[in-house]
T-cell receptor, first 107, second 112 residues
Framework: GIQVEQSPPDLILQEGANSTLRCNFSDSVNNLQWFHQNPWGQLINLFYIPSGTKQNGRLSATTVATERYSLLYISSSQTTDSGVYFC?????????FGPGTRLSVLP | KAGVTQTPRYLIKTRGQQVTLSCSPI?????VSWYQQTPGQGLQFLFE???????NKGNFPGRFSGRQFSNSRSEMNVSTLELGDSALYLC???????????FGQGTRLTVV
């Protein structure tokens, strides 16, 4: 099946800093989503981005399907951005998730 | 528009017991998928239901089962609980399984 890698595994930032999270896939990308898991465990949809670039406030994402990777950009980070960020690709009949990037934003 | 609702939020059970978790999808969504999240294994797919039919199942023992009702609400059941079943169980709702999915807040199950 498809393998999903995420980097970096952990990231610590000062409030106001920018960051880039990366997701690599071993197979073709068709239904990629980015999620933020909050401290209470809920997965919050950030982007549904099988290709191209999307922006939502301080967050943006780019997927280059032909090269099998996606990037999530967080600008002017805030403490509320802390949590784990997952990318997932729909493969077969279910989402396959990456291991996540744990982001800690310090005040 | 209401989101995905999972109940209960927290549950403590004893080894050997059984448990039933519930998921109410977003109105109009017919696909409900279940995932287990543990620190060691990450997020793993359990099963997916569409229009009351289980269409796909992950690599979990038969103690894990589920069903979907005509109103698209879904339940999953775990029988003969083991300590290793302690996890966050997440339900995802989508119009069809290949479209954008939305997750509930999860049910955190602790088996003691």
């Amino acid at each position: 099946g498809i393998q999903v890698e995420q980097s970096p595994p952990d990231l610590i930032l000062q409030e106001g800093a920018n960051s880039t999270l990366r997701c690599n896939f071993s197979d073709s990308v068709n239904n990629l989503q980015w999620f933020h898991q909050n401290p209470w465990g809920q997965l919050i949809n950030l982007f549904y981005i099988p290709s191209g670039t999307k922006q939502n406030g301080r967050l943006s994402a780019t997927t280059v399907a032909t090269e099998r990777y996606s990037l999530l950009y967080i600008s002017s980070s805030q403490t509320t951005d802390s949590g784990v960020y997952f990318c997932a690709e729909f493969y077969g009949q279910n989402f396959v998730f990456g291991p996540g990037t744990r982001l800690s934003v310090l005040p | 528009k209401a989101g995905v609702t999972q109940t209960p939020r927290y549950l403590i059970k004893t080894r050997g017991q059984q448990v039933t978790l519930s998921c109410s999808p977003i109105s109009g969504h017919r696909s409900v998928s279940w995932y287990q999240q543990t620190p060691g294994q990450g997020l793993q797919f359990l099963f997916e239901y569409f229009s009351e039919t289980q269409r796909n199942k992950g690599n979990f023992p038969g103690r894990f089962s589920g069903r979907q009702f005509s109103n698209s609400r879904s339940e999953m059941n775990v029988s003969t609980l083991e300590l290793g079943d302690s996890a966050l169980y997440l339900c995802a709702s989508s119009f069809n399984v290949v479209t954008e999915a939305f997750f509930g807040q999860g049910t955190r199950l602790t088996v003691v």
